[in-house]
Nanobody
Framework: QGQFVESGGGLVQPGGSLRLSCEVSGGTLDGYDIGWFRQGPGKEREGVACISTRELYPQYADSVRGRFTISRDNAKKTWYLEMSGLKSEDSAVYYC????????????????????WGKGIPVTVSS
């Protein structure tokens, strides 16, 4: 598996939108379960969104459901996190993640994490 290259983070005002991207460099995305996690200042790591090959639909944390959308483009070896209605509490370092060896449902991944991680990209929501 190649490295993950994250992009799209930065500073945004409350209520604004951002799209995070994660591209696989030197590998493939086919057959992988994917996700996004985040860790805010002084907070525990939180599973935000997930797509599992074992499920029909993506899964989201309660804190972001209805505001965030995860998607993937296997041909581009890239997955995305579209974020809208951003709040100050969404400020965090966001990590793209993936897993393949033993496919699980998203409830497992969001609780316990995935095996492959990007380096993280900061998102700051502030006026």
């Amino acid at each position: 598996q190649g490295q993950f290259v994250e992009s799209g983070g930065g500073l945004v005002q409350p209520g604004g939108s951002l799209r995070l991207s994660c591209e696989v460099s030197g590998g493939t995305l086919d057959g992988y379960d994917i996700g996004w996690f985040r860790q805010g200042p002084g907070k525990e790591r939180e599973g935000v969104a997930c797509i599992s090959t074992r499920e029909l639909y993506p899964q989201y944390a309660d804190s972001v459901r209805g505001r965030f959308t995860i998607s993937r483009d296997n041909a581009k070896k890239t997955w995305y996190l579209e974020m809208s209605g951003l709040k100050s509490e969404d400020s965090a370092v966001y990590y793209c993640t993936a897993d393949r060896g033993n496919p699980q449902r998203c409830t497992f991944y969001l609780a316990f994490g995935m095996s492959l991680w990007g380096k993280g990209i900061p998102v700051t929501v502030s006026s």
